[in-house]
């Protein structure tokens, strides 16, 4: 299990093959999150973030085959089009890759201390949080 | 007793501030009450922490409700809900 949360970019495929090494595993299920189309900066909690990616990581190995995870995280000043956050998430099968990928992002994005604030012509304003981010977490009760 | 305060986010810019020691009296045993009593300072205190305002609030890094206990050495952080992902 690897979670990192830092300023540099990271690379999807390396990180990939860093998680395929056991040959149990069968399946990998990954997702990346982008930044659309305003700059961005995001702030974090340095130790509780960590710490809180770790306890989702291990509720979704509690519900499902979590053979290996990898979640990171970046903070700092983000362009367009850059990437933010990525899942990859290891299992015999792809049934419980894709379920745990989904649940660890649900959660992380309701539960992780992570803060956008956005800048446009207009000036720099802090994103709200959105209902339906909450919604979403309803499926997994 | 000395707890260690903590403000992420608009939180921190409106306070003007990132965290503070303070040293709360003995009235003050939850994180409710300690977010009571940041309030009862005022200004851009009592605004920040308004009761309508949406204030999560984590106890030694972990999300905590307002009756969660506070004890002396304590670090409790106050922040808008999570944005992340």
Known sequence: MKVSVQKEDFDLGREVRDISGNDKIGAVASFVGLVRD????LEHYPGMTEGSIRSIVDEAAGRWQV???????RYGDLEPNAQ???????????GDAFAACEFIMDYLKTQAPFWKKEHTAGGAAWVEARASDDEALKKWK | MKVRVLFFASLREKLGCGGEEIDAPPTVATVGALREHLRARGGAWAEVFAPTRAVRAALNQSMAQPGAHIKAGDEIAFFPPVTGG
Request: net charge positive.
């Open chain 1, 38 to 41: 305003v700059r961005m900066t």
């Open chain 1, 84 to 94: 933010i956050v990525m899942v990859a998430v290891a299992s015999a099968h792809r």
């Open chain 1, 67 to 73: 053979m290996d995870c990898t979640v990171i995280h």
